[in-house]
């Protein structure tokens, strides 16, 4: 295995050698045969999964959620054996759960107590159960993995779940201008001058993750000539697998969405979203392609649930429980994951919000076990101070 | 020279190294009319005329702002365009639904493109600084409902407030400003229990309370999360501010004089809205029967809270020191804040006049946000030249991801290099200082003639503000600008001269922080 650090110092020596440089090696962690993916998909604002996935078997839906209750007690599509209806725009994870593919927790969710966004993702980033820490858990997992060179962020910038790394991991932002770094003495110099500092590392991942990527994007532009600009999830769903399947040895992804915190008019905003969210991962499945969707986990996850009651404006305010899915190929799916007490008053968290059954770290580890076979050690070092149970 | 620490005196004028480097940090970076005129003046100065003094444009570049849609006030544009305007009323079929989205894209297009000519152009860079940091502290999404008419409003209206010396003041005039209403829904927020509230149940449409600009009145705004408030206090917060929201052009004086309705701009207070019961605030009884006034007396609350104290000198270290600012500094700031009640320029003196404020200038080391970079860079390049593409400086800031009135959620854009620092943040770095080193970015001047037709239609077409003049950086100039450069870098541009070694400087690591 290459100590990227030490390559990356070894450059900066000779100017003349960056021409020749064996860019491709430094992706070369390929995963041990029989190795799984898993993408962490985070749907920031506090997605209401009350409303995505409804409990509609419960009689006090309709009462709890005047408004926001009706469309999926009249065309919720039901998820056998559950209680349990998925909201029209999200028939896509219906079609996955009907299909075995997909488990969802309704109560899922973390140690939060602020019900602050921006405090309840830290948390969920970091998953040590602190809001302040040095790494966060997907950078600890791609350490376990073997380093950055197995991990990849399909982010803008590099999320609190990945920071703590040694070498950044590569960032490979779906939208916006992309790395495009031209080639050539005057890049070589910048290379030397910032060799050895926080910015080089960030510079010489830029440079190693830009020509993986033109490479897939190569294919992908006779393939997509005429197609309809890229545009929502599904687009970027699609461009992502197509990334994955040329690059298999990237076995740990993260991805985020935004757009989830409805305070009003909830329903028309929040079914535009799950509809552009659940069509994605239907689109990235297409684009995995059957094999690798075989060995492809998806956690997708939120920072809280919401209020159980709609408040006055047709929405609804921050809450505590909420909705966690584990889909794809490798998962066992077709199960409700951890209990759901009702809609009552004593049931509630605070008489306000949903509890949390299942918390976040558990869910996650189970997930990295069942695909990296990490064993309790690796998975303290992950997520230390989680509930332990298992939720395979 | 404050070689030491100990030796910093805020009354002596500024040496170079010292003026460059507090534009750099309190400012967007220097150029050469900038650093004359900072060799003039004491931090002290520096610090009050940023708060005290506001700030000029060249002409050109005035007479372009002004050019703009924004520069028509927005009481002159609300009956058409308010709640329930003319306009807005005429526009029922689709395509003059699309012509009303394109006029209020054009408005958000604008406000974009000014704030960023400024902040490019403006002659007191720690006034735009510091005004920027309290865009950022009270943020708002543009793009959401009326905001795109209301952003640049809501610029000039903090502005108006940051000469009052005094934070309260800004909290006012961000609280009752219709951009911040509106961006965190108080404006649809309604007491059950009153005159709307109770109509609206009779009429079998009940409304309620949102707890959304409450909480993030207390968690953003004022206090900081973690300091001891309750879910209870949110929920009482909601029910005092119920009320305020939104003038609109459909609403008779008579009725609005008749309910005692309060009018200031476009913002109103409703007491038809509004919640008149008893409530309970962080542990202070709100009597029952109070309206406007309790508002008042909540923010004030709040002002002078001394964990709001402490939030704010944290926040504001956190952005002109350190990603991690020293335990000392942060309570000297936050001593200061509660024994001045919340003036800013007390707040901020202990903060400039600290051994590690001096010591860090002599060795910038934090990592330039994209706004710094994008415009320390074409204030490098263009000195002594206008900036006048409002467009590129615009597609640059929104490309690095920190558009001014474009970041979704309410936090703000982040200060610390965690969260700007990756591998897209350099290329795109990069790039931008190379396409300027080789004339490529038209900073100077756009075209302003529309696109020709391509020669072949499918190849992608340049957007107008593509072409146009770009500046002609000088490397003597640049040099000076950037300031010294490390043994390193210095190395590794041995081999380079001419336009890439311009490139190069505004692209080493020295020039990636401030």
New interface residues.
């Given amino acids: 295995m290459i100590d990227r650090r030490a390559f990356i110092k070894g450059l900066a020596v000779s100017?003349a050698a960056f021409c020749a440089l064996p860019l491709n090696r430094v992706w070369a962690y390929p995963l041990p045969p029989g190795h799984q993916r898993l993408i962490v998909l985070f749907l920031?604002?506090g997605l209401d999964g009350l409303y995505a996935i409804a409990p509609v078997d419960d009689p006090l839906l309709a009462s709890r959620r005047?408004t926001l209750s009706t469309t999926v007690h009249d065309q919720g599509i039901r998820l056998a054996g559950t209680g349990f209806a998925a909201h029209p725009s999200c028939a896509g994870l219906a079609t996955l759960f009907a299909a075995g593919e997909l488990s969802f927790a309704p109560c899922a969710g973390s140690t939060d107590t602020?019900?602050?966004?921006?405090?309840a993702q830290d948390l969920f980033e970091l998953g040590t159960g602190n809001i302040h820490g040095p790494s966060g858990f997907m950078a600890r997992a791609a350490t376990a993995l073997g380093g950055a060179g197995s991990a990849i962020s399909f982010t803008?910038?590099?999320p609190?779940s990945f920071?703590g790394l040694n070498v950044?991991p590569?960032?490979?932002?779906l939208s916006?201008?992309?790395?495009?770094?031209?080639q050539g003495?005057?890049?070589d110099?910048?290379r030397?001058?910032?060799?050895?500092?926080?910015?080089?590392e960030?510079?010489e991942?830029?440079i190693a993750?830009?020509t993986a990527i033109e490479s897939t994007v190569g294919m992908d532009v006779t393939a997509a000539r005429g197609a309809p600009a890229v545009n929502g999830f599904p687009g970027l769903a699609q461009h992502m697998g197509r990334l994955l399947v040329s690059q298999p040895q990237l076995g740990l992804v993260f991805f985020d969405l935004?757009?989830f915190?409805t305070?009003?008019s909830q329903d028309g905003i929040l079914s535009r979203s799950l509809e552009n969210f659940s069509t994605g991962l239907l689109a990235l499945k297409d684009a995995l392609g059957t094999e690798e969707w075989r060995r492809t986990r998806v956690a997708v996850m939120t920072e809280f649930g919401r209020t159980v009651r709609e408040?006055?404006?047709k929405?609804t305010?921050?809450g505590h429980g909420g909705l966690a899915l584990l889909a794809g190929g490798a998962v066992r799916g077709g199960r409700q994951l951890g209990g759901f007490n009702g809609l009552d008053d004593a049931s509630l968290n605070?008489n306000?919000d949903l509890p949390v059954e299942v918390d976040w770290r558990d869910l996650l580890s189970s997930a990295m076990r069942d695909a990296y076979g990490f064993d309790k050690a690796a998975l303290n070092r992950i997520f230390p101070g989680r509930p332990g149970k298992n939720w395979s | 020279m404050p070689s030491s620490a100990a030796g910093w005196d805020i009354d002596r004028a500024m040496d170079e190294s010292t003026a460059r480097a507090m534009l750099n940090r309190f400012g967007y970076g220097a150029d050469q009319a900038s650093l004359t005129q900072a060799l003039q003046q004491t931090p002290r100065q520096y610090l009050l005329r940023a708060i005290h003094g506001g700030s000029a444009l060249p002409p050109a570049i005035q007479a372009q702002i002004d050019a703009l849609p924004i520069a028509v006030p927005l009481d002159k544009i609300w009956p058409d365009y308010g709640p329930g305007g003319a306009v807005r009323q005429a526009s029922q079929d689709e395509t003059s639904k699309k012509a009303l989205q394109q006029v209020e894209h054009g408005y958000l297009d604008a406000a974009v493109q000014a704030r960023m000519l400024t902040l490019a152009n403006a002659d007191n860079q720690g006034h735009e600084a510091l005004l920027s940091f309290w865009l950022n502290h009270f943020s708002i999404y543009g793009p959401k409902g009326l905001d795109p008419l209301l952003a640049w409003d809501y610029t000039r209206a903090l502005e108006r407030a940051m000469a009052d010396d005094s934070f309260e003041s800004l909290l006012r005039a961000s609280f009752f400003h219709p951009a911040m209403q509106v961006y965190l829904d108080n404006d649809q927020s309604t007491s059950p229990e009153s005159e709307t509230g109770l109509m609206a149940e009779q009429r079998g449409k009940p409304v309620g309370i949102n707890e959304n600009l409450a909480r993030e009145v207390m968690e953003l705004h004022t206090l900081g999360v973690g300091a001891g408030y309750s879910q209870q206090d949110v929920q009482q917060l909601a029910r005092i501010i119920t009320g305020a929201g939104l003038y609109s052009p459909r609403m008779q004086q008579r009725a609005l004089d008749r309910a005692g309705a309060q009018r200031d701009g476009q913002f109103l207070f409703d007491p038809r809205r509004h919640d008149f019961g008893l409530k309970l605030f962080l542990g202070q009884a709100f009597p029952p029967g109070h309206g406007l006034d309790e508002i008042d007396r909540a923010l004030h609350l709040l002002a002078i809270h001394p964990a709001t104290a402490h939030h704010v000198s944290l926040q504001l270290a956190q952005r002109f020191l350190s990603d991690t600012p020293p335990q000392s500094v942060i309570d000297a700031m936050t001593r200061a804040y509660e024994q001045s009640g919340g003036r800013l320029s007390a707040t901020l003196l202990p903060l400039i006049a600290s051994p590690a404020f001096a010591a860090s200038l002599q060795t910038p080391g934090k990592f330039k946000e994209p706004l710094d970079y994008i415009v320390s860079t074409a204030r490098a390049a263009c000195s002594g030249q206008a900036i006048g593409n409002g467009q590129l400086l615009s597609a640059a800031a929104r490309d690095m991801g920190e558009a001014p009135y474009l970041h979704s959620t309410p936090d703000g854009y982040g200060v610390r290099e965690a969260d700007w620092l990756s591998p897209p943040a350099m290329a795109k770095r990069i790039r931008f200082a190379m396409g300027i080193a080789a004339g490529r970015t038209p900073l100077a001047r756009a075209d302003a003639v529309p696109d020709k037709p391509a020669q072949d239609a499918s190849a992608p077409q340049k957007p107008a503000w593509a072409t146009g003049e770009a500046c002609a950086p000088d490397l003597a100039t640049v040099y000076r600008l950037v300031g010294p450069l490390s043994p390193n870098t210095t190395a590794a541009a041995a081999q380079l001269q001419g336009k890439a070694l311009i490139g190069f400087t505004l692209a080493s690591p020295e020039f990636m922080r401030r």
């Fill in positions: 100017a920031r604002g005047p602020s019900r602050s966004h921006f405090q803008q910038e590099v609190l920071q950044p590569a960032v490979a932002p916006g201008s992309g790395l495009k770094l031209p003495k005057l890049l110099a910048i030397q001058a910032h060799a050895g500092l926080t910015t080089g960030a510079l991942q830029a993750t830009e935004g757009g915190d305070h009003v408040n006055g404006t929405g305010d921050h605070q306000r």
